[in-house]
């Protein structure tokens, strides 16, 4: 087990990067099984990244990484059977669902886990392949998929993202054209899609509610570097707006975080775009009165945690709504015993805000509330112990060493 000892009050002052979205590196990683010539793809240093790589070898893939670079050859790939273990343990293996039903005409799954923050079911996935001609079958567990692919109009009963993915995936091989309504427009929608028209996919729309796509007889190859990673990036300029800090993140893509963006402004923050974006932080957050997380382009669920966390010790009250997954509050007990003023009613967490949080010992149990558990420890006084890294990992790379170069007091102890 690992864990961030840190020790607050520093503020975080200086220049840093966000890397490679781990949210578009997932789905590109499994569209490389639609490729018929070797795909090279840029990566950020994550374990659920490291995890996807591990299933395209079991596939049958060839893998070969040199530094933040895959070569991946899908060409060898034989297996259409996604490992029980994997799948299970991973939720983005559902991603390799419309992939492998493209690819060889059916797919054998378990269902991916429920997690932390909510059973994550995936109807939608599976009501909108069965519309593109996929017959669905449920035995013990195991999903049994099946058919050829042809054009259909699908619409989505709620814009998820996944299932967004999976259906663009399977549609760009389908016989005929698809429609995607009520799409979700996140901006790694897109960057898969540019993505797949890199390999010669035909789909218009996306990044908007409808996504229209032509079916092709076969897909190339090359070369991508998916977008940076604007939920790392909000990550480290909350990091500054915490701690009164002054930070750029020089990859940060403003376009993709204006929710986010205006969400600090509203606190008192100045954000500088230029070359990334730059937040300079005032001495004393003010509360924001309301947020509320929704699909693409509200506000990311991905960053309710940490918002929330800059409201613990902000000057006022606000009330943060959770719209899109049922259980995404679990880390605010932790923030309790640091001291935050936290009621939760249903969806709604109303948040007083404190002078200050007190060091403690608290558990991340889900990838997002560990960042969020971590910034909270750069502004406490005394010493915060962060347990349970290993959800960190999952999609920040070396969180502790980032911000240490900004001026935290911060160091991961392993048992
Ligand atoms: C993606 O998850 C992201 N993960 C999540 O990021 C992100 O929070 C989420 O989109 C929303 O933006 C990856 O991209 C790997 P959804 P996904 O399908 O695709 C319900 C992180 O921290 N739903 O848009 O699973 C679902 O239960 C992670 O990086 C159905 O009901 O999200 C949820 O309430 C966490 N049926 C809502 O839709 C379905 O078939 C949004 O889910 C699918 C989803």
Known sequence: MARFCITGGKRLCGQTQAGAAKNAALPILAACMLATQPV???LPDLSDVRNMLKILRLLGCGVSV???WADIDAQSACCWRMPADLSGKMRSSIFMLGPILARFGKAEFTYPGGCEIGLRPIDLHLSGLRALGVTV?????????AGSLHGARVHLDYPSVGATENLLMAAVLAQGETVIDNAAMEPEIEDLAAFLQMLGAKIQGAGTARVTIQGVETLGGGSYEPMP???????????????????????????DMAAVLSKFEQMGCTVEIGQGVRLIA??????????????????????????????CVAEGAGAVTENVFENRFGYTAELSGMGADIQIHGRTAFVRGVAHLTGARVYARDLRAGAALTLAGLCAR???????VSFIDRGYAALETTLAALGA???RETD
């Not at 990673?229 to 376009?255: E, F, K, N, S, Y």
């Not at 005394?382 to 349970?388: A, R």
């Open 282 to 311: 005032p001495r004393r957050l003010q509360a924001f009165r309301t947020l509320d997380t929704r699909p693409y382009p509200g506000f990311p669920t991905d960053m309710q945690a940490q918002l929330l966390t800059l409201a």
């Open 382 to 388: 005394g010493e915060t112990i962060v347990e349970g």
């Open 66 to 68: 040199q530094g933040d």
């Open 40 to 42: 090279r793809v840029r």
């Open 409 to 411: 007091c911060i160091r």
């Open 137 to 145: 079958r449920e035995t013990g567990g195991r999903i049994l998929c």
């Open 229 to 255: 990673d604007r939920i790392v990036a909000g990550t480290l300029l909350a990091a500054a707006a915490i701690t009164g800090g002054d930070v750029l993140v020089r990859d940060a893509r403003a376009q």
